[in-house]
């Protein structure tokens, strides 16, 4: 049973599949993590985003416990991500690490929730449950900023809204993998709903579905 949670950046699907997993008990893999673990390990060698040969080492040789760090949930990690994230190689080289967990989810679990951007169209065209997640941008900004501000980083609400504007459409425009929503996902806007509307909103798409396949 596999759910697939895809969206742009602060649109609450990582609390959205965290809740989802904890729900149905199961397995949970927040696949950003993979990408800012390439991009930051990039950048702790001293080395270029963008520089395919550099990214592509680094994805290729990521431990687990690299996936723990600190550093991962900070703005230079997002944005080192989704230069990462653009290229071709980094992108094969961590598909099989997806694949397996949601085939074989850790823990004898009966399911896995993946979130990304290309979870539904690439990592799990089959998935059984596919949600799009979505809201405005400045909506998105704003959570963001909170999120920063809550960690004690210093942030700037304008400062925000540039960096998703600019990773939104790095996201999106990329040849490989681009983030979209699958022709079978079902969209859910959370512009206007708090986290608990969210997941309510996700449990009446995701629980007939889940029912009917763990009967
Ligand atoms: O939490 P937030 O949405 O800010 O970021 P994230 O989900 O941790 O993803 C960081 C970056 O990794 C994104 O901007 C994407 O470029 C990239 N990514 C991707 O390309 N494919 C995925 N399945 C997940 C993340």
Same mark, same amino acid.
């Given at each position: 049973?596999i759910?697939?949670?895809?969206?742009?950046?602060?649109?609450?699907?990582?609390?959205?599949?965290?809740?989802?997993?904890?729900?149905?008990?199961?397995?949970?893999?927040? %696949?950003?993590? $993979?990408?800012?673990?390439?991009?930051?390990?990039?950048?702790?060698?001293?080395?270029?985003? @963008?520089? @395919?040969?550099?990214?592509?080492?680094?994805?290729?040789? $990521?431990?687990?416990?690299?996936? /723990?760090? /600190?550093?991962?949930?900070?703005?230079? !990690?997002?944005? !080192?991500a989704s230069?990462?994230?653009? +290229?071709?190689?980094?992108?094969a !080289?961590?598909l099989d690490?997806?694949?397996? $967990? &949601?085939a074989?989810? *850790?823990?004898?679990?009966?399911?896995a +929730?993946? /979130?990304?951007?290309? +979870?539904? %169209?690439?990592?799990? *065209?089959?998935?059984?449950?596919? $949600?799009?997640?979505?809201?405005?941008?400045?909506?998105?900004? @704003?959570?963001?900023?909170?999120?920063?501000?809550?960690?004690?980083?210093?942030?700037?609400?304008?400062?925000?809204?540039?960096?998703l504007?600019?990773?939104?459409?790095? /996201?999106?425009?990329?040849?490989?993998?681009?983030?979209?929503?699958?022709?079978?996902?079902?969209?859910?806007? %959370?512009?206007?709903?708090? &986290?608990?509307?969210?997941?309510?909103a996700?449990?009446?798409?995701?629980?007939?579905?889940?029912? @009917?396949?763990l009967?």
């Open positions: 049973m759910i697939a949670i895809d969206g742009p950046a602060a649109s609450g699907k990582g609390t959205l599949a965290r809740r989802l997993a904890d729900h149905f008990d199961f397995a949970y893999l927040d %696949t950003g993590k $993979l990408y800012r673990a390439v991009g930051l390990g990039v950048l702790r060698l001293g080395g270029d985003p @963008e520089d @395919e040969d550099a990214a592509g080492d680094v994805a290729r040789n $990521l431990q687990p416990s690299q996936l /723990d760090d /600190d550093e991962l949930k900070s703005d230079a !990690a997002a944005s !080192a230069k990462v994230a653009a +290229i071709e190689t980094v992108r !080289a961590l690490f997806q694949k397996s $967990l &949601a074989n989810p *850790p823990g004898g679990k009966k399911g +929730i993946l /979130d990304g951007r290309d +979870i539904g %169209t690439v990592v799990c *065209p089959d998935a059984d449950v596919k $949600l799009f997640v979505t809201a405005s941008v400045e909506v998105r900004a @704003e959570r963001r900023h909170k999120e920063l501000l809550q960690r004690g980083e210093t942030s700037i609400y304008e400062r925000v809204l540039e960096d504007k600019e990773r939104d459409a790095r /996201d999106s425009a990329r040849a490989v993998a681009p983030l979209k929503p699958a022709e079978d996902a079902t969209m859910v806007d %959370t512009s206007a709903m708090d &986290a608990d509307q969210a997941f309510e996700a449990l009446k798409i995701a629980s007939p579905v889940v029912a @009917e396949k009967r």
